[in-house]
């Protein structure tokens, strides 16, 4: 009869019911990726529906149980099922509809009960403020910014559903937005659930703000709201955004950011028959400016390698992300078309950069046009010194709870460039370590237990930067 009963056991396993009635196990088997169950099998009979049995042990059975166990818990948690009902919501580009997302936004307002304001700075663009006065609300109040949107997916190379906030039993959570950035969005409305709960109380006003559009630039979203008369009434004076995952022990934490430049040279030249050697054409001139700006990459590299305490965001990246020209296939183009995705180290000297790509273009033979679709000027990086109180108050939240973290430049853009650039500081903190980066990747995925301990980190940080 035992013998029988770990059979039973193991086909329920392996059959992918839900509820093994040994060991109460919970065992997924996703059809789509042909992932195995807890007891993996190394190969499956040509002819069979049914996989052979595994080697059962007690151990076996005990370690799934305790797996099954905290899935429940996982599943049952107030906080996991917001996080996971946010995920669902398809605020994905191009043409995000966000009133699914503004609603979901409204019921948590009603559900912490706080006020809640819809700004649409651009029609179709909400922008969406939660707001927690503070005792004193004449003092400068703490922005927590976070965006609504998420970038696209190819969803041939999931292995979950991108918008279906699947779980699996070791609680990866996996979903589009899982790591940007609708997990800090829902942290920052946890800790203050949680803040209330307890009956804390906060010098300064909190603004949990949900903005539109971040991943495309901000451009109808944050970029022009900064220097509307609806944010100034928010009398600013702190703002936390988002951060990226941490792959070990130590927390990023992002003070600044590169200036963006997506510049196009637009070069023209002599044209004619595919068969001459014809001089000064858009090829020729093209050449040249590519080399430059390669060699320049080469240099940033090698400053890169040579810095081990440098990242990315200490060094100038340049790519090529488009070339565009020509007509046929024997007739040289009057005119080709190349684009630089440029991002400025902090360190940078704008005007001189700028200047050098002019003298290349002369240098070329001239005839190039600079063309910028996006030219972000120089944003001075927030002080992370005794001069700001916030940093201080953010600091010492950060050593009672013994975290470690890497203060850095930001590699990619945020919605903080433009609070830091009309002078408030912001820094981008996402409290998810020992976590791959996964953003903007396939099998996007934040766990449990990582996206319940950042709602406590957050808790700590919030009280204490609004009562500094």
Wanted: hydrophobic fraction near 35%.
């Amino acid at each position: 009869l035992g013998s029988l009963t770990v059979l039973f056991c193991c086909v329920c396993v392996c059959l992918g019911v839900p509820k093994c009635e040994k060991c109460s196990s919970f065992v997924e088997y996703n059809q789509r990726s042909k992932r195995q169950c807890n007891f993996s099998h190394s190969t499956r009979r040509a002819q069979s529906t049914v996989p052979p049995a595994p080697t059962y042990t007690s151990s076996m059975c005990e370690a799934n149980s305790v797996c099954s166990k905290k899935y429940k818990e996982w599943e049952d948690n107030e906080e996991i099922q917001i996080f996971r009902e946010y995920l669902r919501i398809p605020t994905v580009h191009p043409n995000v509809n966000y009133d699914d997302c503004v609603a979901f936004l409204k019921r948590q307002a009603a559900s912490l009960g706080l006020p809640v304001r819809v700004i649409e700075v651009n029609p179709g663009k909400p922008i969406v403020v939660i707001s927690w006065e503070g005792t004193q609300p004449e003092e400068k109040s703490i922005i927590l910014n976070s965006h609504m949107d998420v970038v696209p997916v190819y969803e041939e190379r999931w292995n979950h559903p991108p918008f279906a906030a699947e779980m699996d039993n070791q609680g990866r959570i996996y979903a589009r937005g899982a790591q940007d950035m609708k997990c800090v969005g829902m942290q920052f409305l946890a800790a203050i659930r949680a803040l209330r709960r307890d009956g804390v109380s906060l010098k300064r006003t909190i603004h949990a703000t949900f903005v539109p559009d971040e991943e495309i630039g901000g451009k109808l979203g944050m970029m022009e709201w900064v220097h509307k008369e609806s944010f100034r009434e928010l009398n600013a004076g702190f703002s936390i955004d988002e951060g990226i995952a941490g792959e070990g022990e130590v927390y990023p934490l992002f003070y600044g950011e590169r200036s963006v430049w997506h510049v196009y040279f637009n070069i023209s030249g002599t044209p004619g028959h595919g068969s001459l050697l014809l001089k000064g054409t858009a090829g020729q001139k093209a050449h040249y400016i590519i080399d430059k700006l390669m060699r320049f990459r080469e240099n940033e590299v090698k400053r890169l390698e040579n810095n081990p305490e440098f990242t990315i965001g200490d060094v100038t990246t340049v790519n090529i992300t488009i070339m565009k020209g020509g007509v046929q296939e024997n007739v040289v183009p009057p005119e080709l078309n190349v684009c630089f995705d440029i991002r400025l180290a902090v360190d940078v000297n704008h005007l001189e950069f700028e200047n050098q790509l002019l003298d290349w273009c002369r240098e070329a033979g001239g005839g190039i046009e600079l063309e910028y679709d996006q030219k972000c000027p120089y944003v001075k990086p927030t002080k992370l010194d005794s001069s700001n109180i916030y940093w201080v108050a953010f600091k010492d939240a950060l050593d009672e709870l013994g975290l470690k973290v890497k203060p850095q430049i930001f590699p990619g853009g945020t919605d903080s460039r433009y609070i830091r650039g009309i002078g408030i500081p912001a820094i981008g903190f996402s409290p998810m370590n020992n976590t791959p980066v996964l953003l903007h990747d396939h099998d996007e995925f934040l766990k449990a237990d990582t996206y319940l301990e950042g709602i406590q980190i957050y808790r700590k940080i919030i009280a204490n930067v609004a009562n500094a």
